[in-house]
């Protein structure tokens, strides 16, 4: 579904990806795990094509993305759940979803405000707030819906966790497992070991900008030695 091929991005004169290679299948979720300054963001940043890739290939369905502008990519079914969450603070949640909802045409049994007002229910009762006024788990929620909102093919997280209660996150792990049960492909970003290996169905570690290790979720886990050499657990 998605294919990288030996990437190589960074910014400036700062190369961070040395050669990037993996693929994520479709209808199934790929983990990326590595520890902090990896290259997993900046992998994400060129696959949407915020960064430019310098070197290697990128595709998706079969066709060529790494010299396409990132409108075109959102527009080819990239959605994309940066670090960051990108929602408009100065907005309320109901034009968040409004102006994501406007933008994108909805396919034949795809995500309505309805639809994501059901999986998110706790946004229902915050659509006159503006995204400020939201806690850290209510934003992730909303830049989720946003993105669904979209009707993407594959779904890219990063760190959808990242400073979130245990209780949110429990809910956001429910909610992904719920997304994944609809057959669509994800792409994940964690620093979360357990979240992201109960959620994945194959995982790659990426170290100094390049996949050093791939396999499945058991395996990863009974690998104490790679979990120590790559993630520091
Ligand atoms: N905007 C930037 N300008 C210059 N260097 C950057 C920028 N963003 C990241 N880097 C550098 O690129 C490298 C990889 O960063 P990246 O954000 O991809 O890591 P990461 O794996 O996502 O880490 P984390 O788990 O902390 O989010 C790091 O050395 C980082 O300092
Ligand atoms: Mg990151």
Redesign the pocket.
């Known amino acids: 579904m998605l294919e990288l091929s030996g990437v190589q991005s ?3 004169e ?1 190369r ?1 990806l040395h050669g990037m290679t993996f693929r994520a299948r479709p209808g199934r979720v790929l983990a990326i795990l ?12 060129t696959v949407m094509g915020l960064l430019p890739a310098t070197a290697g290939q990128i595709s998706f369905q079969g066709r060529p993305l790494h010299r396409e502008r990132p409108h075109r990519i959102a527009r080819m079914g990239l959605g994309y759940v940066p ?1 960051t969450r990108d929602i408009f603070a100065s907005l309320t949640v109901r034009e968040n979803l409004d102006l994501a909802a406007r933008r994108f045409p909805v396919p034949p049994g795809g995500w309505t405000r309805d639809r994501v007002l059901d999986l998110f229910p706790r946004l229902g009762e915050r659509m006159g707030n503006g995204g400020m006024q939201l806690s850290g788990g209510e934003q992730q929620m909303l830049a989720i819906a946003r993105t669904l909102l979209m009707n993407p093919r594959l779904l890219i997280l ?2 959808p966790t ?1 400073g979130l209660a245990p209780i949110i996150v429990r809910l956001i792990h429910d909610r992904l497992m719920d997304l994944k049960r609809t057959g669509l492909s994800m792409v994940l ?1 964690e ?1 979360n070991f357990g979240f992201a290996t109960s959620l994945a169905d194959d995982v790659v570690i ?1 170290s100094k ?1 390049q996949a050093v290790w791939s396999g499945g979720p058991s395996d990863i886990r009974a690998d104490t030695g790679a979990q120590h050499r790559w993630l520091g657990v």
């Not at 590595?34 to 940043?45: E, F």
């Open positions: 960074g910014y400036g700062t961070v590595g520890r902090n300054g990896a290259g997993k963001s900046t992998t994400l940043k670090e990063d760190e990242e970003v620093q990426v900008g």
